[in-house]
Antibody, heavy 117, light 110 residues
Framework: EMQLVESGGGLVQPGGSLRLSCAAS????????MSWVRQAPGKGLEWVSV???????HYADSVKGRFTISRDNPENTVYLQATSLRAADTAVYYC???????????WGKGTTVSVSS | QTVVTQEPSFSVSPGGTVTLTCGLS?????????PSWYQQTPGQAPRTLIY???TRSSGVPDRFSGSVLGNKAALTITGAQADDESDYYC??????????FGGGTKLTVL
């Protein structure tokens, strides 16, 4: 069964950092582009970042320069390093597998990041 | 800044048909944006319904269909059921490795 499990969320002070992990099972992340999508409390979904199989990465303007996506293919895991965190970054962060025609077909259950003093 | 627009809320009667739309604050949505649709119930991860405008994801009932109507992408639910009551999100691929989600539509079945 294909599965994504996110971890690494928690409570962090403004300006702090966190590294989120997304562990995959049932498929190899090396064969897919992988995205992070977040959802602030009571709000909609927001695409955050993507890592492609060729190593290229892209970011939403809201996180550019502060977040870094990476992958460890031998560990079958994708990461999101979040720095200079702000209250507006408070959200559930989902990891999702990318498929042809630019959609996401497998989603994790999410990990919660809370930025507060 | 590109904004993807969706109706904030919609209501449909059981057995009825409803069409949710996904537009752009500036310009028209076409198939070149590869619109996809996701269903989310509270506290759950999103579920993929439709991708590439009109292709149903595996296991999605055929009462869900996607299209482009005029200048917007559309998700039509035919024969709505109680468990279709959810939030529905569209997302457009903007090119250059960037996606933008719409604000979501809260669908009530009553």
């Amino acid at each position: 069964e294909m599965q994504l499990v996110e971890s690494g969320g928690g409570l962090v002070q403004p300006g702090g950092s966190l590294r989120l992990s997304c562990a995959a099972s049932g498929f190899l992340v090396s064969n897919f582009y992988m995205s992070w999508v977040r959802q602030a409390p009571g709000k909609g979904l927001e695409w955050v970042s993507v890592t492609h199989t060729d190593g290229s990465t892209h970011y939403a303007d809201s996180v550019k320069g502060r977040f870094t996506i990476s992958r460890d293919n031998p560990e079958n895991t994708v990461y999101l390093q979040a720095t200079s965190l702000r209250a507006a970054d408070t959200a559930v962060y989902y990891c999702a597998r990318g498929r042809p025609y630019f959609h996401m077909d497998v989603w994790g259950k999410g990990t919660t990041v809370s930025v507060s003093s | 800044q590109t904004v993807v627009t969706q109706e904030p809320s919609f209501s449909v009667s059981p057995g009825g048909t409803v069409t949710l739309t996904c537009g752009l604050s500036s310009g028209s949505v076409s198939t070149t944006y590869y619109p996809s649709w996701y269903q989310q119930t509270p506290g759950q991860a999103p579920r993929t319904l439709i991708y590439n405008t009109n292709t149903r994801s595996s296991g999605v009932p055929d009462r869900f269909s996607g299209s482009v109507l005029g200048n917007k992408a559309a998700l039509t639910i035919t024969g709505a059921q109680a468990d279709d009551e959810s939030d529905y999100y569209c997302v457009l691929y903007m090119g250059s490795g960037v996606w933008v989600f719409g604000g979501g539509t809260k669908l009530t079945v009553l």
